[in-house]
């Protein structure tokens, strides 16, 4: 392979390194004054459309919301609608039934004509696909709220399950956190029925094929299976009895889940640290009549309103905010393009970090009560959620940085990370265990994202972590951390990306973790990874991943590289050796002749994902760090004329 692979000339170093010092310039000047990163996190149109709708449910739209804000997203809105009509889930993608209804709901809310060419395409696009009433379980949830179908449109969840006991099959603790923060509020709403303020009195009729009213079939089985079969039985039982729960206890489950709630509000960042969870919050106290200068509602609302982007001529609202993700990555990359552990700005990151280090027992210790706390969450503060993805990342970087404060801190995290190992040797990402499957077969979850089982992009990220650590394939948690991923590897040789779009990104975090622990490249599962990646290089030399590969009859579709899927494919051939291989050198020249815009290379293509087939996440950072990170790991391995990666990631 040597002989084939193109030679770098001194000409060829000189301007990479240059390329390299100054896009580190900019990923260091982008550090905040505190020492940490932080960069846009954008989503679909659900959630600006969710935001302007919650200003109307609740009345608040001020002259200064009404004639600024309001039309800055508006704008966005109108920005981002598909060709085909409606609103996709991602850049690019296909039409999406609840995008497009919130979207078009939001924009009329707004003040859009609906003979406006814009809002008749969609409304043509949203009847063409059968109308609102095909929307899913959560937009139902809202349009009955606002009064636009009927409450039997929704799956029942009575609020009553907050009573029901830790051993029964539906539990709190038996779904992800993302879930429990979003139901335990939502399911206050579902009880007390409230209906928007809407002042405008907006409507939307003409989203709907029939009269809601009319319609007699509103919910499906969500697997196709026997099981799902059977518990739409079950909601028809549920429904039928639900009227008539005694008021004493309905009064002691919706106090239950308040309860559970104000317990997780997390200050201005929020419940959860989600937007969904967030306004639900808010949503289910204002529905129960707290004060407007109540405390809780008063910091629940001002955590909503923090996750805003607001710019000169357009504006929108954040799924969540990502610094603690953004600043152990963009530490990594910075710390690989000026090759050094130690400096000012690292130690400004580590300080930040540190003061971030979660030190309480949140609500993955129902399923270990015995595990001491430790670790990072995503977000400014989320401190009862936690997650081993952004543990594994952060401490992967405090331990490179080499700086002795972090010693207490690293011992904490892996200690933490060993006990969240699940018993099939994975990890997810908030909870141990999290993979009562059966739960996926409810009509509430069509949505098909209830649960938080291991993954092996997560898993490959804590095996690095502790591989960097010091532990060896002998240790038991290692050893069968390697054996969960080879049972994970898929038929293509690829492994599947739950975080990350897609294939490419989950091999890279798979590559990775194998190459700290040790595992020799040249073993037939790792050399089949690394052929599937020179297979799906294509023709400019990068790589890319279309967000519809999350439906396997569509798994191998591409429409364009991407720079930052073209730096995990370079980085993962890179942990497999292969800094010699021609494919390595193209994916170079793609990244290097790809047009930047400052600190980042252009791309509009959303990357990530938050639940597959359903939300699809654009990390604006994702365009700095990664880059900048696989240009100077290609120039340190070819100076060194090195064929092995030093570190975890």
């Known amino acids: 392979m040597d002989s084939l692979a193109p030679r770098p000339t001194t000409e060829d170093m000189s301007a990479l390194d240059a390329l390299i010092g100054v896009q580190a310039e900019r990923l260091a000047a982008a550090q905040r004054a505190d020492g940490h990163w932080v960069f846009e996190l954008e989503a679909d149109a659900t959630i600006p459309a969710e935001y302007i709708l919650y200003r109307h449910f609740l009345g608040e739209i001020d002259d200064a919301y009404a004639r600024t804000l309001e039309p800055k997203i508006a704008v966005y809105l109108r920005r981002i ?146 099981a799902g079969t059977m518990l739409l039985l079950m909601d028809k039982i549920l429904r039928s009895v639900e009227n008539r729960m005694p008021k004493r206890r309905r009064a002691r489950a919706i106090a239950r889940a308040m309860q559970f709630t104000e317990e997780r ?39 909503v309103e923090g996750l805003l982007i607001v710019k000169d001529d357009e504006a929108y609202c954040q799924p969540c905010s990502s610094p603690v993700w953004d600043t152990g990555l963009a530490a990594h990359a910075l710390m690989e393009a000026r090759n050094e552990r130690e400096s000012p700005a690292m130690q400004k990151a580590a300080d930040w970090l540190l003061e971030r280090e979660i030190k309480v027992k949140g609500d993955w210790s129902w399923q270990a009560p015995n595990l001491a706390p430790g670790g990072w969450a995503f977000q400014y503060r989320n401190d009862h959620y936690p997650d081993v993805d952004d543990t594994a990342v952060v401490a992967l970087a405090l331990d ?119 595992e020799d490249p040249q073993q037939p599962y790792i050399q089949k990874a690394v052929e599937w990646l020179r297979s799906r290089q294509l023709a400019d030399g990068g790589w890319g991943e279309d967000g519809a590969t999350y439906w396997q009859e569509r798994r191998a579709m591409a429409k364009e590289s991407t720079p930052s899927q073209t730096a995990w494919g370079l980085l993962a051939l890179m942990a497999a050796g292969e800094i ?70």
């Open 580 to 649: 010699d291989d021609p494919a390595v050198a193209r994916g170079v020249d793609y990244l290097v002749k790809a047009p930047r815009e400052g600190l980042r290379w252009k791309e509009e293509w959303y990357t990530a994902v938050g639940f597959p087939r359903v939300f699809y996440l654009r990390y604006h950072g994702y365009a700095a760090y990664f880059p900048l990170w696989a240009l100077a790991r290609y120039r340190n391995l070819k100076r060194r004329n090195a064929a092995t990666v030093a570190w975890g990631l």
């Open 81 to 226: 609608q598909g060709a085909h009509g409606g609103w996709p889930l991602f850049h690019g993608g296909d039409f999406d039934m609840s995008a497009s209804v919130k979207a078009y709901f939001a924009l009329k809310m707004a003040g859009d004509d609906i003979g406006a060419p814009h809002m008749h395409r969609a409304r043509s696009a949203i009847l063409a696909h059968g109308g609102a009433a095909h929307s899913n379980v959560f937009t139902r949830s809202l349009l009955a709220l606002w009064g636009e179908v009927p409450w039997r449109a929704v799956p029942a969840m009575p609020v009553e399950l907050m009573l029901l006991p830790r051993w029964f099959p539906f539990h709190l603790s038996k779904v992800s956190y993302w879930s429990r923060t979003v139901i335990a509020p939502l399911i206050v709403l579902m009880a007390l029925k409230p209906r928007a303020k809407n002042p405008r009195g907006v409507r939307i009729p003409e989203l709907f094929a029939e009269p809601p009213e009319t319609v007699r079939v509103w919910h499906s089985n969500p697997t196709g299976k026997f």
């Open 265 to 303: 509000l997390n200050g201005v960042d929020g419940i959860g640290g989600i937007f969904p969870a967030m306004v639900n919050a808010v949503l289910a106290m204002e529905a129960l009549g707290y004060a407007k200068d109540d405390p809780r509602l008063v910091t629940a609302k001002q955590a």
């Open 400 to 518: 490179r940085m080499n700086d002795p404060r972090a010693q207490g801190a690293l011992k904490r995290s892996e200690a933490w990370i060993l006990g969240m190992q699940s018993k099939n040797g994975g990890w997810g990402s908030f909870d141990i265990n999290n993979d009562k499957y059966y739960l996926n077969h409810i009509p509430f979850a069509d949505h098909g994202a209830l649960l938080d089982p291991p993954s092996a992009d997560v898993s490959g990220r804590c095996l690095a972590m502790l591989a960097q650590l010091g532990h060896k394939k002998d240790h038991p948690a290692v050893a069968r951390a390697i054996a969960y991923l080879k049972r994970e590897q898929e038929a293509d040789g690829s492994w599947f990306g739950r975080w990350g779009t897609n294939y490419v990104y989950g091999t890279w975090s798979v590559l990775t973790a194998l190459n700290a622990v040790g």
